[in-house]
């Protein structure tokens, strides 16, 4: 099956233009300070240079015909031979299959997409109303709506196979088993690229604790996908924990390729008659500008003590939030929130890191990662923000 005709947002010469869609312009909650200086290269992921000089690939920009410009090379490798041509992803949730946007996305300029949560049986979520806005961002309470996987592979692996865009299957479950299975269904099918293991799932086996929250758990589930698959393994961590970092090691230590951090904060809304919380499900997931700082944070710290790649997600709507992961060590975002409002960021973030890079006088976009790392492994953020006299 092929894929959907895409439409480019840019306006093409010819008698018909096609549609561009009409979006606002989301800015982050956080403003930045000012341009930063790119300093010293550091590498977050082992191996990297060796894995970009052999993958010889680098991206190119549309220059708007005002002549030639430095190719910067953004390509990333996230493991197992998942080299991305560049570090601007999609996050899971937020892009549905990445067929419901190819008609206003041109897809393939992505670095990957991660899709929906998948599941080993259909769900139908949770009860509505299920999103709300919040100052600066959103909560939602999806509850992993989706066919199940036999149904995606059935549905969308085709389309997936013709693009060039990797897409990553986000796989949850409410036990390893569960994991395993969804895993070994995905495992070798054409047009599936990675898993991403959304752990923030109640663990049955564990009283309904997340797995995400507990370090052996959260390193058993890791440790028997790895066994089920050699697909490149990314496993996404939860910011709800009191200290990520010997998580962030256990799932290192127990075979995964990369970990994306962070998935949402959990939160409440208020109904208007203040007599009930909002949410059918009352507990939702915090996400946009607003977790920004949390995110950076975690990504900080966990940058600090692994040396698998960490993609970072959280709050990403402008060039200067993809600069600020990058600088505490991130090798490349995820954006999620923010494509409700304007489905074209993602694309144009491709093309603003690599004028960065070139106005950097960089011929790639590494040497931005790292800036901000101690030379050595600090204190844990719990201990941090104590108040000492």
Aim: glycine share 12%.
């Amino acid at each position: 099956m092929k894929a959907k005709r895409r439409a480019i947002t840019s306006q093409p010469s010819g008698p018909t233009p096609r549609r561009t869609p009409t979006v606002r312009r989301v800015r982050s909650a956080i403003v930045p300070a000012g341009p930063r200086s790119a300093g010293s290269r550091v590498d977050a992921a082992a191996g990297m240079r060796a894995a970009q000089a052999r993958s010889g690939a680098a991206e190119a920009e549309p220059n708007g015909g005002a002549g030639p410009r430095r190719t910067i090379d953004l390509t990333v490798d996230l493991g197992r031979g998942l080299v991305l041509r560049n570090p601007i992803l999609v996050a899971s949730g937020t892009f549905g299959y990445g067929t419901e946007y190819s008609e206003v996305v041109d897809v393939d300029r992505l670095g990957a997409i991660c899709c929906k949560g998948t599941t080993l049986k259909p769900r139908i979520g949770n009860p509505t109303p299920r999103v709300t806005e919040t100052p600066g961002g959103m909560l939602n309470s999806i509850g992993l709506q989706n066919p199940g996987v036999d149904a995606v592979v059935e549905k969308y692996a085709a389309t997936w196979a013709g693009w060039r865009v990797p897409v990553i299957v986000n796989v949850a479950g409410e036990s390893v088993a569960d994991y395993v299975e969804v895993v070994r269904r995905l495992d070798g099918v054409p047009g599936i690229a990675g898993i991403e293991l959304n752990i923030s799932c109640p663990n049955v086996g564990r009283g309904g604790l997340q797995f995400a929250i507990d370090a052996d758990a959260a390193a058993g589930v890791t440790a028997a996908v790895r066994r089920a698959t050699d697909l490149p393994l990314l496993v996404k961590l939860s910011p709800n924990v009191a200290d990520v970092r010997p998580i962030a090691r256990a799932i290192a230590d127990a075979g995964a390729d990369a970990l994306t951090a962070v998935n949402t904060l959990s939160g409440i809304a208020v109904g208007t008659s203040r007599d009930r919380p909002l949410l059918g499900n009352i507990y939702g997931g915090l996400s946009g500008p607003a977790i920004k700082p949390v995110a950076l944070r975690v990504v900080y710290e966990v940058c600090q003590v692994v040396d698998i790649p960490v993609v970072a997600i959280g709050g990403v709507a402008e060039l200067a939030d993809v600069l600020d992961f990058l600088a505490v060590g991130a090798v490349a975002v995820q954006v999620g929130t923010a494509i409700f409002a304007d489905p074209g960021l993602p694309v144009r973030l491709v093309d603003e890191l690599a004028d960065a890079a070139r106005a950097a006088g960089h011929d790639s976009y590494r040497p931005f990662i790292g800036t901000a790392l101690p030379r050595r492994a600090g204190a844990p953020s719990a201990k941090g923000v104590e108040y000492r006299p």
